[in-house]
């Protein structure tokens, strides 16, 4: 998980101006999801290539930085490719290797496909990347909003987004507290009862906080005259233009392009280009 | 737990997708139903403490780390799975869309894992054991079980996605989060209890009773 630091440099990314931090939110939202929705269907590693520079171009379009995305999507790798490491180990296939001990074997097809999942994981990690850093928070639940999400949820959805920033800072002042008081969580010198009480009184606090946080805001929304039919968020008229036509036609055309070049020729190119099942 | 973008093939990602939003229908209906109009701000804060929360890394015995989940402290302190469905569903979303923790396309066999199992094996786990064994002994079992459980899920989901091997799958899950379910049991008692003490009015099995209005001021919270 990721902590208050790429909250705020998060947010920090969507402040810069370029041509796709300026598009209507909803557009942004759709194409990319379109993106990661695509390489999850394909089984082909040539395909995942080609979306991922494609992706790349988009970055350098927005200006945003290419060293804070490829940190970010490096940071976030380890959660699913743990599983992915496993891969060539555990899927059937030829034997191209086995292990000195336990009997292990790797398998040509465990590769590729771990290959596979490997790419994959990267274009929709690149893609989220992308995506938060082009697009502020609220304007995504905004974009949801338009897009059809019931008014409850959305309102809800739009709130916990402005307290999220709120909770970050509360957390890191209870831990700069405890630091400042020598407590470390990971310390082996103090009793592991102990330091689990300690933690377990962190959590009760925040939640508490959360609970008591929640009335006083309801209290305050409500004498400025919240209702549960009250908008909460703001309806920005934004055109969908010249740009936004543009960028809707590049994905889906590559997209498209992208299938048909699938299905016909990629397969004669190789490894990169065979169906991986 | 979270799982990622590419893991499980799409047909079934949409199998998962139908399940969320029936299940997020349901839970709508019964905050609609069952909370008073605090719900909404209720609701959004909560989910936000939550996430914070689940940013918090704790030492687990053995030299690991993991963090807490929270499925099955949301479904009894509101006694109802209904508020952990709602509570996950917008944490999984936000951690998929802008952090990449957990994919889009999984978002619904993430939300069936954390929030559905996670809430449901909770609190009726915690209302079956709760007369039998006690409390907070029930409170201990059902949060520990809650991500046993859910773990489990990850790898039958992962077998059917053809992702993992089912047998290896349950065992690495199983063996992990067995150690992590007990930092879920230590901590989900000690909110709770610490709820008990300070808050007792936000218990859901305390609505009904009088507890004489004695609610302390946020800094006298702190102070203790």
Not at chain 1, 132 to 147: A, G, H, N, T, Y
Not at chain 1, 183 to 205: E, I, S
Not at chain 2, 68 to 97: D, K, R, S
């Amino acid at each position: 998980m990721n902590g208050v630091g790429s909250v705020r440099e998060l947010e920090k990314e969507t402040d810069k101006e370029s041509p796709l931090h300026s598009m209507d939110g909803r557009i942004k939202l759709i194409l990319l999801i379109f993106i990661i929705v695509y390489a999850v269907f394909s089984t082909q590693l040539l395909v995942m290539i080609f979306l991922e520079i494609y992706l790349l171009l988009l970055i350098w379009i927005s200006n945003v930085s290419f060293k804070t995305t490829v940190t970010r999507v490096l940071l976030l790798l380890p959660f699913g490719g743990f599983i992915i490491l496993f891969q060539p180990f555990i899927h059937p296939g030829n034997i191209i290797w086995t292990g000195p001990i336990f009997g292990i074997t790797m398998t040509d097809a465990g590769l590729m496909w771990a290959a596979l999942l490997m790419s994959r994981l990267i274009v929709a990690l690149t893609s989220i990347v992308l995506l938060s850093s082009i697009s502020p928070m609220q304007e995504v639940v905004e974009s949801f909003r338009k897009l059809g999400m019931p008014r409850e949820f959305a309102m809800i959805f739009s709130l916990m987004i402005r307290f999220l920033f709120m909770f970050y800072d509360e957390l890191h002042r209870i831990s700069h507290a405890q630091k400042a008081r020598c407590f470390d969580a990971f310390n082996k010198n103090l009793p592991y009862k102990w330091r689990m009480k300690q933690l377990g009184y962190t959590v009760a606090m925040m939640f508490l906080r959360a609970y008591e946080q929640g009335e006083t805001i309801y209290l305050s929304m409500a004498s400025r005259g919240f209702s549960d039919k009250s908008k909460l968020y703001h309806d920005k008229k934004k055109k969908i233009g010249s740009r936004e036509y543009i960028f809707i036609a590049t994905t889906i055309g590559l997209v498209a392009c992208l299938q048909i070049l699938a299905m016909f020729l990629f397969h004669q190119w190789g490894f990169v280009g065979m169906n991986i099942v | 737990m979270h799982i990622p973008d590419g893991f499980i093939p799409l047909w079934q990602c949409a199998i998962y997708y139908v399940i969320l939003i029936v299940a997020l229908y349901f839970s709508l209906n019964w905050a609609r139903k069952n909370l008073d109009e605090k719900a909404v701000p209720l609701m959004a804060v909560l989910a936000a403490g939550i996430f914070a929360i689940m940013s918090m890394n704790m030492p687990i015995p053995f030299g690991t780390s993991g963090h807490m989940v929270g499925g099955a402290l949301v479904a009894i302190v509101f006694c109802a799975p209904e508020a952990a469905v709602i509570v996950f569903t917008l944490v999984l979303l936000v951690q998929g869309l802008f952090f990449g923790d957990g994919g889009i396309t999984a978002l619904g066999a993430n939300v069936l894992n954390m929030g559905i199992i996670g809430g449901v094996v909770g609190l009726y786990t915690f209302k079956g054991l709760r007369k039998p064994i006690g409390k907070y002994p029930a409170i201990a079992i059902a949060a520990w079980l809650s991500i046993f459980l859910a773990a489990e899920a990850v790898a039958v989901e992962m077998w059917l996605a053809g992702t993992f091997p089912l047998v290896q799958g349950l065992a690495a899950m199983g063996i992990y989060h067995a150690f992590i379910g007990i930092i879920e049991a230590v901590l989900t008692v000690v909110v709770i209890l610490a709820l008990e003490k300070l808050r007792p009015d936000l218990l859901a099995w305390n609505k009904n009773k009088n507890l004489g209005e004695q609610k302390p001021e946020p800094s006298e919270v702190a102070a203790k």
